[in-house]
Nanobody, 114 residues
Framework: VQLQASGGGLVQSGGSLRLSCAAS????????MDWYRQAPGKQRELVAL???????IYADSVKGRFTISRNNAKNTVYLQMNSLKPEDTAVYYC?????????WGQGTLVTVSS
């Protein structure tokens, strides 16, 4: 499975961005897809997760502001980010879990200015 993330950029506080993660390869074997982020000097943290059955989990810090979704026809997972805050600034990574093994996409930088 290969992952291609896109959609990052610079946005003002309160703005919105949508990240995309397109999967290719053995996509039928993907159990879970999620988004992580890593801010400078901090550990990588889970932002949102979606299972093959469509169940979702969110970090407390993004609940009510971010929405993870998937388009199975396009083999793509999205992260809609609304009401962005400066503390959301980070490199965002998508991940797919395939038979218990993590596959990571390249990061996409999100910068939120105050």
């Amino acid at each position: 499975v290969q992952l291609q993330a896109s959609g990052g950029g610079l946005v003002q506080s309160g703005g919105s961005l949508r990240l995309s993660c397109a999967a290719s390869g053995s996509i039928l074997s993907i159990n879970v897809m999620d988004w992580y982020r890593q801010a400078p000097g901090k550990q990588r943290e889970l932002v949102a997760l979606i299972t093959s059955g469509g169940s979702t989990i969110y970090a407390d810090s993004v609940k009510g502001r971010f929405t993870i979704s998937r388009n199975n026809a396009k083999n793509t997972v999205y992260l809609q980010m609304n009401s962005l805050k400066p503390e959301d600034t980070a490199v965002y990574y998508c991940r797919a879990v395939v038979a218990g093994i993590s596959r990571w996409g390249q990061g996409t930088l999100v910068t939120v200015s105050s």
